[in-house]
Structure formats: C-alpha cells, structure tokens
Nanobody, 123 residues
Framework: HVQLVESGGGSVQAGGSLRLSCEAS????????MAWFRQAPGKEREGVAS???????TYGDSVKGRFTISKDNTKNTLYLQMNSLKPEDTAMYYC??????????????????WGQGTQVTVS
C-alpha cells in the first residue's frame, strides 16, 4: 500500500519561493514516475512537473524556468522547488506516483496513487 504525504505549503508573497516535499512509503518496483499536480478552485487538476526513475523531468509550460522537481531516493522523498511565485500559482498541490512506465506524465489519468495535498497561496 503506497502512501504519499505532502508538506511545505503555505502563504507567500509574489516573487517568493517555497519548497514542497512528498514522502513516499510502501514503494515497490524499480520503474516509476512521480509528479506534482495542482488544482485551483473551480479548475481542473493540472500537471506541474514529473520525474521518472531515470531522472527524466517534464514541466508544464506555466512553470518552466521557475519550478524544479527533484527526488532523494535515500529518503523516498520528492521535492518541488518553486521560485518566482505568482498569484496564479495559488492552488492545492498534490503528489502522485505510478509504479510503471507513464506515457504522458503530466496527465492525471496515469496515476493511481495520490497524496492529500498541501495548500500554496501566493498574494
């Protein structure tokens, strides 16, 4: 049973930075993809960034150049460093994982394991 627990959200002024963390437990398999998604009120959940077991990273167009995804395999932890934050980055941020090869890593439908989310508010 996979558990994903996010932390690091909060309130920040525009232009500021936050780092989100996602601690994973119950991980199985050597091939996986982990990702960050976000969902603002009244909007669909969108892919922010993903990284696979070969360290291939993918970013959504709206965060390229500002956000960086990384992972620490020794700690089973996924990170999202968010810089130059904008009010439009305000959303609930979710960690997701799939222990298989994911064809389109920023699409919600590919992931079966989700965390509870952490709120990011930029004003």
């Amino acid at each position: 049973h996979v558990q994903l627990v996010e932390s690091g959200g909060g309130s920040v002024q525009a232009g500021g930075s936050l780092r989100l963390s996602c601690e994973a437990s119950g991980v199985t398999g050597s091939s996986y993809c982990m990702a960050w998604f976000r969902q603002a009120p009244g909007k669909e959940r969108e892919g922010v960034a993903s990284i696979d077991s070969d360290d291939n990273a993918t970013y959504g167009d709206s965060v390229k150049g500002r956000f960086t995804i990384s992972k620490d395999n020794t700690k089973n932890t996924l990170y999202l460093q968010m810089n130059s934050l904008k009010p439009e980055d305000t959303a609930m941020y979710y960690c997701a994982a799939e222990y298989a090869i994911v064809t389109r890593p920023l699409e919600v439908k590919w992931y079966s394991n989700w965390g509870q989310g952490t709120q990011v508010t930029v004003s």
